[in-house]
């Protein structure tokens, strides 16, 4: 393991992150619901505007997918992250539409040591998504396991 990559103690609560931003585009939009999510309002512009969300959106799942994609580009890749017991919420706020951008950013509310991992600490964040208007569009929350520089520090 490269121990010039983030350990644990690199994310102290209240550490933000930025992410992006992000341009969706309406070729990806369609390509990853023709595979995952094939329902009208994301395959086809006009099924989009006449539906409630008002023009082509990205599925949930893709907008999921893509804000996953920003973690890693921004802190993911470039730490010890041992991965992720799972997520406390995600909260889709509002559509994100063919052409949107997407930035935003990851907060750290609490990090302790796991017990039942000695090395390893549990870091919760925060993550809010928003589009090109500041429009709220994906609020989140999980925890990430990160290794610590050293066990004896556990």
């Known amino acids: 393991m490269n121990n010039q990559k983030l350990s644990y103690e690199d994310f102290p609560v209240g550490r933000s992150f930025p992410l992006g931003p992000v341009t969706v585009t309406a070729e990806e939009i369609i390509e990853f619901a023709t595979e995952f999510d094939p ?3 994301h395959l086809d512009e006009a099924a989009g505007r006449a539906s409630i969300l008002g023009g082509l959106a990205a599925s949930g799942w893709h907008t999921s997918s893509i804000f996953m994609r920003m973690m890693i580009d921004s ?7 041992e991965g992720a017991p799972g997520i406390d919420f995600m909260d889709w706020k509002k559509p994100v ?3 949107d951008t997407l930035s935003g950013e990851s907060v750290v509310l609490d990090a302790r040591p796991m017990r039942s991992r000695p090395g390893i600490g549990i870091t919760k964040f925060r993550h ?6 500041g429009e709220l569009v994906v609020r989140a929350e999980n925890s990430v396991m990160i290794r610590m520089r050293s066990e004896a520090a556990a």
């Open 97 to 99: 539409l063919a052409g």
């Open 75 to 81: 802190y993911i890749l470039q730490s010890r992250s």
């Open 39 to 41: 329902q009208p309002m």
């Open 128 to 133: 809010e998504i928003r589009n090109q208007g």
